[in-house]
């Protein structure tokens, strides 16, 4: 295919309509969770710094699981959007139920393994017993039997998004999680029971959400029996993607644990700014979910250059999103921590975090969107090596030295924004290279 060809291909699939119909419903499915966590953060955080703090703990852990569930998500999404693009449904369809089948597995496993070792759990992020961890570690145990429904729903997201149906993820996201926003400050307050009450809005939620998903793989009628050759197949080819999210996951454990170590006042402002950035995040990377299938689909049908100019496109319109967020979050820099806690030590450390949390949006606004290119090209081993270059030999070691020279929260951020950069350098030298960009069913 000509450059020009290859251009005018490119140009016709990421029109803004045509990104729109994928991007815009993937949005408010990626807003869903986050937006709650948010209210629920809200809400907590006026009982005071130690319920906070305790959420701050609890809900870091819950956030792994999360990102576990995205994992199995974004791997689904590539396989299932090659095989849609190369004309098959079916075969996409069976990737939706054996995907269905491993998430619901890890799930009733977290979910076990928090009743067992949730209070550990909790007092080692907490660093050490006390009131925090004992109230981190009740959340947990009731949070955790959600988990189950948490990660059918991402396996779920994952499939619909690959056959390029995100109106379905929308309903069965937006709903359950409308409800449990609903809930958690009644069962909060009126009900009395506290940060507790939270924990009980999460899990329903989740829990009616993988229900929903559930029923639409009945719906398909397709065989729904387990196949674990194709379940082995997927664990193969997502094992570079898990790996990546444990990078990920370890980071954030371990930024919650130092934050944690400068007090109650650091760790609930650390978990404001935090979940703040996992909601910009999942907003940019709505752009690159709508990449995940447009690269894999055009990959399938074996237009390599149409993928290529592809991606030159979703670089570009990721740098402007970030660009954008960036003035939203600097402009409500003196506003927005009030409303998460009316306590001035804590709103004082979130002004700490804030200019970094600014700085890194355009940084990130890219690294999303070319994520999302790799990702749906299936070139999930470069990612995963270039995640771990940027954990290991960047974010961990920033953050670790911020508690050794107490640095306080402006290390723990800096660090995060260290992380971003590494990742922007390695993901634009891919793209450049165009090695990525592999063609047929599956890679």
Request: with cysteine; net charge positive.
């Amino acid at each position: 295919m000509s450059q020009s060809t290859a251009t005018a291909t490119a140009t016709a699939l990421a029109s803004p309509r045509r990104i729109a119909a994928l991007a815009l419903p993937a949005l408010v499915v990626l807003a869903a969770e986050p937006l709650y966590v948010l209210v629920d953060t809200a809400v907590v955080g006026h009982l005071g710094r130690v319920p906070l703090a305790a959420l701050a703990v609890g809900g870091t852990v819950l956030t792994l699981t999360a990102w576990l569930g995205t994992v199995l998500a974004y791997g689904i999404t590539g396989r299932a959007a090659r095989r849609f693009g190369a004309g098959d449904r079916a075969a996409a369809l069976a990737e939706g139920v054996q995907a269905s089948w491993l998430a619901f597995g890890v799930g009733v496993l977290v979910a076990v393994g928090m009743q067992v070792g949730g209070d550990a759990l909790a007092r080692t992020l907490a660093g050490g017993g006390g009131e925090v961890a004992d109230t981190a570690g009740q959340w947990l145990r009731i949070a955790a039997l959600g988990a189950p429904g948490l990660l059918l729903a991402a396996a779920g997201n994952g499939w619909l998004r690959g056959i390029q149906d995100t109106r379905r993820p929308l309903l069965f996201v937006l709903g359950p999680n409308l409800l449990s926003a609903l809930l958690c400050p009644l069962l909060v307050y009126p009900a009395g029971l506290g940060v507790t009450g939270s924990a009980v809005a999460n899990a329903i939620a989740q829990t009616v959400s993988g229900a929903l998903f559930v029923g639409a793989l009945l719906r398909e009628r397709v065989g729904v029996r387990p196949r674990p050759a194709l379940i082995r197949q997927q664990l193969v080819l997502s094992r570079d993607l898990l790996i990546r999210g444990l990078a990920f996951q370890a980071s954030f454990l371990s930024a919650t644990a130092v934050a944690a170590r400068f007090g109650a006042a650091a760790v609930g402002a650390h978990q404001i700014a935090l979940q703040l950035w996992f909601f910009t995040a999942l907003l940019l990377d709505a752009l690159a979910i709508a990449a995940q299938a447009l690269i894999g689909a055009t990959l399938g049908a074996g237009d390599a250059a149409g993928a290529r100019a592809l991606a030159r496109r979703f670089a570009l319109l990721g740098g402007v999103c970030g660009v954008a967020f960036a003035v939203l979050i600097a402009a409500g820099a003196g506003v927005v921590p009030s409303l998460f806690s009316s306590d001035p030590e804590v709103r004082g450390q979130a002004m700490v975090a804030w200019p970094w949390f600014v700085a890194m949006q355009p940084f990130a606004g890219v690294v999303f969107a070319l994520d999302g290119v790799l990702i749906g090209a299936g070139d999930i081993r470069y990612l995963r090596n270039l995640t771990v270059v940027a954990a290991v030999g960047g974010f961990l070691p920033a953050i670790w030295l911020s508690h050794a020279f107490d640095l306080g929260l402006g290390g723990i951020w800096a660090g995060l924004t260290l992380l971003v950069v590494i990742r922007l350098v390695g993901v634009l030298l891919r793209l450049r290279s165009g090695r990525w960009a592999v063609v047929g069913a599956v890679r």
